[in-house]
């Protein structure tokens, strides 16, 4: 019994959010709300009060939001985040005496009930507030106290004075907290940049950018290639690994065990005699040239985000120096990767399961820290899967302590609680199975569960129609129209997606074998040459989907999505809006490469704030066309050409 | 980093059960299974093991369980728990090396490739195991080890031998489980007698049964009637309060506020001059009348359950002695219940905010204890949520310390959430909200959140059919068929039910006004004269479906509740089973007591183990009848005298 206090008579359980218990923090970007919801109550039939507390982590005040009761002892308060770093939030609840026996009060009075000795009652209330009140208050507050007690005074007078407006609020700025439940857990909320929330990512390979076919690209040549980027409206420049590449075990085109002379190698074969992840791949250029090249994209808008790829070619730097960070086989050899049967033989991979372990982790956490220092603060991190959860956790929050605008994207494709875990870790965005959902169903499906489920507090989805790595069956056999539905599809229905050009806005779309999801002749194993003016190009369809993103707030979040009937299996319909619906964005898009499409769009108006039987203005934004709607039924229809809808709906102004 | 380990691996979260992060125990009767599911999963692709830890409260070491991995990183296992009390349980889980090893190997092996160095690779592995073994076990290890070594054994020979089966064995023997990983909670589980799962409780007032009209009955009369509930088939007879009686603020017949000098008063009106909560009302005998009366019970198969009703009137005997446990008013008088504008004069709280709150609680403790050592184990605790939460929780664990078997049941009719809180804290049993719940609709959606959602593992519903303050509309409108329609649904719907009799079984149905829940004449405020031989009376009826929950395992667990089709709003039909489907139990109930109802049932029968093609039997337990049924759709009809089929389904015996 000692432990306990018998007087706090308050429960506060089921808050939301809260993942894991409070394990993990829950993710915002700055500008962002924190809605709080939780159940509070007390036995019998008391009047509560409840506050949500927040605070920047390292502040020693909370600060104070009341929350609001709603239905069936659920309560809710909301605050939002205005700096980079870490919030955290708990609860406080109490019952309330005075608004308790004012409550009854009420009910006794609408009765005609004689209420002389419970105004009594009520004095020794306020009065005891005045003991506790400082100066002007405790004045006030005793001589209302006194009046009450007044005989002489009559009682609806007395009565008034006791339920009016000043009482109330002198009563609730003194109450009693002392018995006050204080909810058991601190949760936390990690605050990013805006650009972990909304960001338009483009893949590219330096080296393919030379003026001259064949010849390795540069820094320099990538310069004269940015405003062709960001001409598009990307504002995320992703490059794969930029460091020297092994020689001994590079693999030749196409993956082949083969290599000729000329062959660059893969880029994520990190390391050679020239250095490791620290370094830059001689025939780009010098660290000099890779920061004036970050600088250049930034005054265009565009933030260089470097490669993570925590394991090393045969020839890196750390198999002499460190050689106690890799497996040895039994015949003294370091252990390549595998996943048997297969052997990747060019690849070894770093033992966290060794003594060095601490080591490791410092000199690995030494990499970020470089690439922080020229000026990088994105990071697309390879295969985080493969590497202990631990030490992802570790890093991310040492670096973030430093480095609270860092954004990490974790390049898990893998089983979905693995995903999910390392999102939950402090991954600021995550690859999904966006790039294998072309369906209706399953996007439908995977949509809804990754925006309106607990989920979406932590994992942030960045969707990728193509990468390096996957040409998915659906753009190798549907052409343009696939391209075209697949880019609308990632950038409307996430706020942060990605391609990987130019083989995307060039549709390049032949794998390497039929079944296999590898480009032939991919990009990974040979220096390209780009013919960005090709015919069917989709770069000007691209820059206009992404300047409607950046024009249409309701795009630039995810939570709001919601999917509209429409009768099609082939047509999917869905719509994003901001809070008060003054931006609402309706996407259709064709799923069928092949053939023309059509259905009657089914939309929740009144929750829009539109009216059912006014007409009001459908505003294709993609194809710049308006029209006239009316009702929550609309016919659509999209081919091969126009594959898409981007519309704006507006009530008709007056 | 020096708080992490950084070599641990595997993660272990979303246990289940596990109530509010582990803040609450689950609860299991003496020989049911606590079946635990996890996500487990590491980085990479190696091979896991888990298990199950769980040991009685205060055992030193934990017995273990292996966890089976099911699918998407899913673990199960199970244990059965035993003993009265407290269990806990736990989850660790590793790495296997050797196993990881073994699945590569294996696809290298079915790959035809070369292993040489691999098997050098294992013996590296049997030999460590070897090294931590004891002695004949290490023996052998470090055999098996040398032969791997030996260039000269056949390949094929030592690829054999180190995927044998008694390899296997030592190694997981002696794997490594230094860098296993321990789920950060101890998870505890209440461990009750099978009564706080399965049981028939019938309520009376001891008082009306003497055989004289209108005579304050005894406990003696009471044994005389002992034999009538047994026969009925109930195990729990509950007793509203039997404590002296208030006499100052007593109320009337129907609660009125005049009373006359033969009205005994509401037996909830506890304490007078001759004691308060250990005493027995004088007119009810003596406290010896009362221990042979329990033991009495006791031979027929009957547990004399009390009521735990924690107020007092206004001469109980605690209001001189402990003036401090009660609030005052202005004027000095002790502060009655009230719920404005209603006023409950005869009733005085006990103020749990006072400073002696200590005192107060050990005092009520005292009571519980005194009631044991009288042989009572069962309570029903009177309107619990109008105390502090944390008095329940310390007080049911104080007890439950000393005595594990003690049952208690809450009178909680409020707000779900509360009803929820009180069950988590530790109350065995729960009234719910089945007495209004009358159409089909409101039976499946309750009943369903009853049992197949996570309540179910700490909320163990008590379905009661009518209760002395409360006579159901559909009971005053329905007549004979209500009552029977209202009974078996208690009697199949929950494992544990009770009815407040005579009432029930002979049909009282006269509300004290059109609209109330009352009866008229109440038997709270006056001595009832039973005639429990009057005409249309239930007792063969319910004596019948009392015996079928006996003899049939089915209806004595909830969670194998579910609900079949039948397309018809008036006939519902549900089923129960045991986990072995030995017994299968189709319950259909006419809702309509005014009309004949008539519809097609439709059974999973495959789940059930039965054949879609050859015939079975559908025996009714409720009126001997038996049945061949063919294919999963069966006609059923029901009326107002036979209103219920309660049908054990079985496969034809050839």
Chains 1, 2 share one sequence.
Not at 154 to 176: F, H, I, N
Not at 349 to 364: A, C, D, I, Q, T
Not at 468 to 484: C, K, N, S, V
Not at 642 to 647: L, N, P, S, T, Y
Request: one cysteine or more; aromatic letters at 12%; a negative charge.
């Amino acid at each position: 019994m000692e432990k306990t206090n018998g007087k706090l008579r308050v429960v506060i359980e089921g808050v939301k959010p809260e993942i894991d218990g409070g394990r993990f923090p829950v993710k915002r970007a700055i500008g962002e709300e924190v809605v709080v919801e939780a159940d509070i109550f007390a036995d019998s039939h008391d009047v509560l009060s409840a506050l949500l507390l927040y605070r920047r982590e390292g502040d020693k005040e909370w600060r104070e939001v009341p929350m609001t009761s709603l239905v069936n002892d659920l309560w809710r308060g909301a605050f939002t985040v205005t700096e980079l770093g870490q919030y955290r939030y708990t609860i406080k609840a109490w019952v309330d005496p005075f608004a308790s026996w004012c409550q009854g009060l009420k009910k006794k009075v609408d009765a005609k009930q004689e209420v002389g000795l419970d105004l009594l009652t009520g004095a020794e209330l306020v009065e005891s507030a005045g003991k506790r009140a400082e100066k002007a208050d405790a004045v006030a507050l005793l001589g209302w106290a006194d009046k009450l007690k007044t005989r002489e005074v009559p009682e609806a007078t007395r009565v008034g004075l006791v339920l009016s407006e000043p009482v109330a609020q002198l009563m609730a700025k003194y109450v009693d907290r002392s018995t006050a439940t204080l909810y058991a857990k601190e949760l936390a909320v990690l605050v990013d940049r805006p650009k972990a929330r909304f960001s338009a990512w483009y893949e590219m390979f330096p080296r393919s950018y030379s003026a001259i076919p064949g010849q390795h690209g540069t820094f320099k040549d990538c310069e004269t290639h940015l405003p062709y980027i960001a001409d598009m409206g990307f504002d995320v420049l992703y490059f794969p690994p930029i460091h020297p590449i092994g020689k001994t075990c590079r693999k030749g085109k196409n993956n082949a065990l083969e290599v000729g002379p000329d062959d660059p190698g893969s880029p994520w074969g990190i390391g050679s005699d020239g250095g490791g992840h620290k370094a830059v791949h001689p025939q780009l250029g010098t660290l000099a040239d890779f920061r004036q090249l970050v600088a250049r994209a930034r005054e265009l808008g565009l933030e260089v985000a470097l490669d993570l790829a925590l394991h090393c070619s045969c020839d890196h730097p750390y198999v002499k120096e460190h050689p106690e960070w890799f497996r040895r086989r039994p015949d003294g050899s370091i252990q390549y990767a595998e996943n048997p049967p297969k052997k990747y033989q060019d690849t070894y991979p770093l033992n966290f399961e060794g003594e060095n372990w601490r080591e490791l982790w410092e000199e690995l956490k030494s990499i970020v820290l470089f690439w922080i220092e020229q000026g990088v603060r994105i990071f697309r991190v390879d295969n985080p899967h493969t590497k202990p959860f631990r030490f992802w956790e570790w890093l991310i929050g040492e670096v973030r302590a430093q480095h609270p605008d860092v954004v990490f994207l974790s390049e898990a494709f893998t089983r979905p609680k693995i995903m999910h875990y390392l999102a939950k870790l402090g991954f600021n965005q995550s690859y999904t199975y966006f790039t294998w959902r072309n369906t209706k169903w399953e996007l439908v499906q995977y949509f809804t569960e990754l925006t309106q489920t607990q989920e979406r507090e932590y994992f942030r989805p960045n969707l990728w129609p193509n990468t390096p790595d996957i040409l998915h069956e659906y753009l190798q056999t549907g052409g343009r129209p696939a391209f075209m539905a697949r880019l609308v599809l990632a950038a409307t229905l996430g706020a942060n997606y990605g391609i990987y050009g130019p083989a995307f806005e060039l549709g390049v779309n032949i794998p390497r074998e039929k079944g296999s999801e590898e480009y032939l002749n991919s990009e990974k194993y040979e220096i390209k040459y780009w013919n960005l003016e090709s015919p069917g190009n989709l770069k000007n369809f691209i820059a206009r989907v992404n300047r409607i993103r950046r024009e249409n707030p309701a795009l630039q979040h995810n939570w709001s999505l919601r999917f509209h009937n429409l009768g099609n299996d082939q047509l999917i319909a869905y719509s994003k809006s901001t809070a008060s619906f003054d931006n609402i964005i309706l996407v259709v898009v064709n799923l069928d490469p092949q053939w023309t499409q059509s259905g009657w769009v089914e939309l929740p108006l009144s929750e829009f704030g539109l009216s059912a039987e006014v007409p009001y203005i459908a505003h294709d934004l993609l194809h710049d066309a308006q029209y006239e709607w009316r009702g929550p039924r609309n016919y659509v229809e999209l081919g091969t050409t126009k594959v898409a809808h981007i519309i704006r709906l507006q009530p008709q102004t007056i």
